[in-house]
């Protein structure tokens, strides 16, 4: 969510130019056991996990062949996101996959090992820019070593596309420095190469939908790109179209999925997805995501197509996602009470009368237990969904918010505490972490996913965001999502709803670790010298620094230096708690007027430059700690036994033993696209 026409791409003479779809289907599984393992490995600023899915037996047969057909699905779209990321990732991986598997040299040698760890990196990130920062990745080797490699196991790949991996050319994946050039500087395969930003806005200015009140969600399925005559057209994401292979294969199982579908609503939903990738129809994905938004009942449920903008410098393009989900009855009730009182939240929210909604639509609420995930959302993924994105589908049908509970679990399973008590300013910062951290965590999670996205309204007859924020929209919206969260984290309400059992230490535990983290410990996620690009960073880093700039006077979070290292310290949190309702206002007020100037100043001004020296010394302090700056995940393994009639009468959940296991498996046998595009 741009292509260099070359004239042909040389692999390896046992990898053809299409991927293997028909290899064997079979690999080495771990079976889930006690104790459960759930780190992986760790390498470079990567650390990969693993997730269990709890109550799996619980659900009948039935049910755990629609969970299978649904994560089929999912990973039968993999590689389209790997192609979204980079016109040149297909080839790539298979040359580095085919050097991986055929190589019979010194294993030993530190060049083999830097080999290694650049390619699982590469498979994290689906593909040669990392996944959070978008700088594209650096090899631990020459590229001397890598021609060797390569004449060592007959692969070939293409000069020109071997020389990107070590040269500047296609530096940054998705680049918001508008002195740069959005598109120019961006290497995200979303717009041919050559076509301008003023070209992309006047050819969607002309594009005008059937009810101005309902507007469509151009651009969000396809690749923009010049056709012979010079003029631009979209190449649309469906069967018979670009990437329809692949597609074919992912409507192949949600047919498979309808068919054994909860209730009426779902196979109804999943009719009107299949109708929509064989289609193209913006249409039928508005009417797609109301019929989905209805499915409210049964346990099972998910988020399949192209869904996210992120990774669209103008926010038109999504990329595809999948994740399966089933319902967490005893979190999901506690949750529910959030839900049951969104309209609460909204009147007593401090947003400007006019921008508030007079009636909040069908916002739903689940923690779920996550079975599979593919695309954008693996193997790094989010803790917290809220869609459908279009925000006049929100305004009239609600929406459905998630919180990824296992996911949520393995990641505080697997952590450690070291960091915190380094950062933190004092031993009652820590303690409170300690004891209402996890807590806070998840209710910010909810507050930001239920109240936070479906809060406020667009003023009549203002575009949408991604047509008056532009490059902004994405990050002022997961800010305003944030301060709705941290606006009422510190609120009585949350306790009277039984939510907490002290909501006074619950908010201060929870704008402590926001502030240090917004300012702070985030840092360690870039390498020094870089600016913030990424949206929600940006978010985190502004919505701290205004709120710490606005409360200088009255001293409300202090910046101490003691022993050479910096912390922050907040002395009121009833300040600090309105200085968030504030900026609430101000951004919600820039969203529904459009005001594109004082978005981008928020923004620009406050979460994108970094305090380099700040900067350093978070680097130096993180380094005692062995724990990696990321984490992500394999998925657990669905497999079916059959009968003698090829009927399933059983799904048995299995682990991978390792990451390069699980991603060599997806290669084989999840591999429908050409390598080029």
Same mark, same amino acid.
């Given at each position: 969510?741009?292509?260099l026409?070359?004239?042909?791409?040389?692999?390896?003479?046992?990898?053809?130019?299409?991927?293997?779809?028909?290899?064997?289907?079979?690999?080495?599984?771990k079976?889930?056991?006690?104790?459960?393992?759930?780190?992986?490995?760790?390498?470079?600023?990567?650390?990969?996990?693993?997730?269990?899915?709890?109550?799996?037996?619980?659900?009948?047969?039935?049910?755990?062949?629609?969970?299978?057909?649904?994560?089929?699905?999912?990973?039968?779209?993999?590689?389209?996101?790997?192609?979204?990321?980079?016109?040149?990732?297909?080839?790539?991986?298979?040359a580095?996959?085919?050097?991986?598997?055929?190589?019979?040299?010194?294993?030993?040698?530190?060049?083999?090992?830097?080999?290694?760890?650049?390619?699982?990196?590469?498979?994290?990130?689906? #593909?040669?820019?990392?996944?959070?920062?978008n700088? @594209?990745?650096?090899?631990?080797?020459?590229?001397?070593?890598?021609?060797?490699?390569?004449?060592?196991?007959?692969?070939?790949?293409?000069?020109? !596309?071997?020389? +990107?991996?070590?040269?500047? =050319?296609?530096?940054?994946?998705?680049?918001?420095?508008?002195?740069?050039?959005?598109?120019?500087?961006?290497?995200?395969?979303?717009?041919e190469?050559? +076509?301008?930003?003023?070209?992309?806005?006047?050819?969607?200015?002309?594009?005008?939908?059937?009810?101005?009140?309902?507007?469509?969600?151009?651009?969000?399925?396809s690749?923009l790109?010049?056709?012979?005559?010079?003029?631009?057209?979209?190449?649309?994401?469906?069967?018979?179209?670009?990437?329809?292979?692949?597609?074919?294969?992912?409507t192949?199982?949600?047919?498979?999925?309808?068919?054994?579908?909860e209730?009426?609503?779902?196979?109804?939903?999943?009719?009107?997805?299949?109708?929509?990738?064989?289609?193209?129809?913006?249409?039928?994905?508005?009417?797609?995501?109301?019929?989905?938004?209805?499915?409210?009942?049964?346990?099972?449920?998910? +988020?399949?197509?192209?869904?996210?903008?992120?990774?669209?410098?103008?926010?038109?393009?999504?990329?595809?996602?999948? !994740?399966?989900?089933?319902?967490?009855?005893?979190m999901?009730?506690?949750?529910?009470?959030?839900?049951g009182?969104?309209?609460?939240?909204?009147?007593?929210?401090? =947003?400007m009368?006019?921008?508030k909604?007079?009636?909040?639509?069908?916002?739903?609420?689940?923690?779920?237990?996550?079975?599979?995930?593919?695309?954008d959302?693996?193997?790094?993924?989010?803790?917290?969904?809220?869609?459908?994105?279009?925000?006049?589908?929100?305004?009239?049908?609600?929406?459905?918010?998630?919180? =990824?509970?296992? !996911?949520?679990?393995?990641?505080?399973?697997?952590?450690?505490?070291?960091?915190?008590?380094?950062?933190?300013?004092?031993?009652?910062?820590?303690?409170?972490?300690?004891?209402y951290?996890?807590?806070?965590?998840?209710?910010?999670?909810a507050?930001?996913?239920?109240?936070?996205?479906?809060?406020?309204?667009?003023?009549?007859?203002?575009?949408?965001?991604?047509?008056?924020?532009?490059?902004?929209?994405?990050?002022?919206?997961?800010?305003?999502?944030?301060?709705?969260?941290?606006y009422?984290?510190?609120n009585?309400? !949350?306790?009277?709803?039984?939510?907490?059992?002290?909501?006074?230490?619950t908010?201060?535990?929870?704008?402590?670790?926001?502030i240090?983290?917004? =300012?702070?410990?985030?840092?360690?996620?870039?390498?020094?010298?870089?600016?913030?690009?990424?949206?929600?960073?940006?978010?985190?880093?502004?919505?701290?620094?205004?709120?710490?700039e606005?409360?200088l006077?009255?001293?409300?979070?202090? @910046?101490?230096?003691?022993?050479g290292k910096?912390?922050?310290n907040?002395t009121?949190?009833?300040?600090?708690?309105?200085l968030?309702?504030?900026?609430?206002?101000?951004?919600?007020?820039?969203?529904?007027? #459009?005001?594109y100037?004082?978005? @981008?100043?928020?923004?620009?001004?406050?979460g994108?430059?970094?305090?380099?020296?700040?900067?350093?010394?978070?680097?130096?302090?993180?380094?005692?700690?062995?724990?990696?700056?990321?984490?992500?995940?394999?998925?657990p393994?669905?497999?079916?036994?059959?009968?003698?009639?090829?009927?399933?009468?059983?799904?048995?959940?299995?682990?991978p033993?390792?990451?390069?296991?699980?991603?060599?498996?997806?290669?084989?046998?999840?591999?429908?696209?050409?390598?080029?595009?």
């Amino acid at each position: 969510m741009k292509l260099l026409r070359i004239t042909g791409i040389f692999m390896t003479l046992a990898v053809s130019a299409m991927c293997n779809a028909q290899a064997e289907k079979t690999m080495e599984v771990k079976k889930e056991n006690a104790p459960f393992e759930y780190v992986v490995e760790q390498f470079s600023d990567i650390k990969v996990l693993r997730y269990q899915i709890p109550g799996w037996e619980d659900l009948t047969l039935k049910e755990q062949k629609l969970v299978y057909y649904l994560t089929q699905a999912g990973t039968s779209g993999r590689d389209i996101m790997w192609d979204q990321n980079y016109r040149y990732n297909l080839a790539i991986r298979k040359a580095l996959e085919h050097i991986y598997q055929n190589y019979k040299g010194d294993k030993n040698a530190e060049d083999w090992k830097n080999f290694e760890i650049y390619l699982k990196r590469v498979w994290f990130s689906n #593909g040669i820019h990392h996944h959070y920062s978008n700088e @594209k990745i650096q090899p631990g080797f020459s590229e001397a070593y890598f021609a060797l490699l390569m004449k060592a196991t007959k692969t070939k790949l293409a000069a020109n !596309i071997a020389a +990107i991996l070590f040269n500047e =050319l296609d530096s940054k994946k998705v680049n918001l420095d508008e002195s740069k050039g959005l598109l120019a500087g961006s290497a995200i395969n979303f717009y041919e190469k050559g +076509i301008s930003l003023k070209e992309t806005e006047d050819f969607y200015a002309k594009k005008t939908s059937p009810d101005v009140t309902k507007p469509y969600s151009y651009g969000l399925n396809s690749k923009l790109v010049r056709n012979r005559k010079g003029q631009l057209e979209e190449k649309v994401w469906k069967s018979n179209g670009m990437y329809g292979k692949a597609i074919d294969k992912i409507t192949y199982w949600l047919e498979k999925a309808k068919s054994v579908a909860e209730n009426k609503n779902q196979a109804d939903a999943l009719g009107l997805l299949i109708s929509y990738y064989k289609t193209g129809s913006l249409k039928t994905w508005d009417d797609y995501n109301i019929a989905w938004l209805a499915a409210t009942e049964g346990n099972i449920d998910y +988020i399949n197509s192209f869904i996210e903008v992120y990774n669209d410098p103008l926010g038109y393009r999504g990329s595809y996602e999948g !994740i399966v989900q089933i319902k967490d009855f005893d979190m999901s009730k506690k949750m529910e009470v959030v839900s049951g009182n969104a309209q609460w939240f909204e009147d007593n929210s401090p =947003l400007m009368p006019q921008h508030k909604k007079k009636n909040v639509v069908g916002v739903s609420y689940k923690t779920v237990i996550v079975a599979g995930e593919s695309g954008d959302a693996s193997p790094s993924t989010p803790i917290g969904v809220n869609l459908p994105n279009a925000d006049w589908i929100r305004a009239g049908h609600g929406s459905k918010s998630v919180s =990824l509970g296992n !996911i949520i679990d393995s990641y505080a399973k697997a952590g450690g505490k070291g960091k915190l008590q380094e950062f933190a300013n004092d031993e009652e910062e820590v303690a409170l972490a300690e004891q209402y951290g996890e807590i806070g965590d998840k209710l910010h999670t909810a507050l930001h996913e239920v109240v936070g996205h479906a809060s406020g309204q667009i003023n009549t007859g203002v575009g949408t965001p991604k047509e008056t924020l532009k490059s902004y929209a994405s990050t002022l919206e997961e800010g305003r999502a944030d301060l709705v969260g941290l606006y009422y984290l510190y609120n009585p309400k !949350i306790q009277e709803l039984g939510l907490v059992d002290d909501w006074r230490k619950t908010g201060m535990e929870s704008y402590d670790s926001y502030i240090r983290n917004g =300012l702070m410990t985030q840092l360690f996620r870039l390498e020094l010298g870089a600016n913030i690009e990424e949206a929600h960073m940006r978010n985190r880093q502004w919505v701290s620094a205004w709120a710490f700039e606005k409360g200088l006077k009255d001293n409300v979070i202090e @910046k101490l230096s003691r022993n050479g290292k910096t912390y922050f310290n907040i002395t009121n949190y009833e300040k600090l708690h309105d200085l968030f309702g504030q900026l609430l206002r101000e951004v919600q007020r820039i969203k529904s007027e #459009g005001d594109y100037e004082a978005g @981008k100043a928020l923004v620009e001004n406050y979460g994108v430059k970094v305090d380099q020296k700040l900067h350093a010394e978070v680097l130096e302090r993180n380094k005692q700690f062995s724990s990696a700056a990321y984490s992500g995940f394999v998925n657990p393994l669905l497999v079916p036994k059959m009968d003698s009639k090829g009927e399933i009468i059983s799904i048995e959940v299995t682990q991978p033993s390792s990451f390069a296991e699980q991603m060599l498996y997806y290669s084989k046998n999840f591999c429908f696209l050409p390598l080029k595009n």
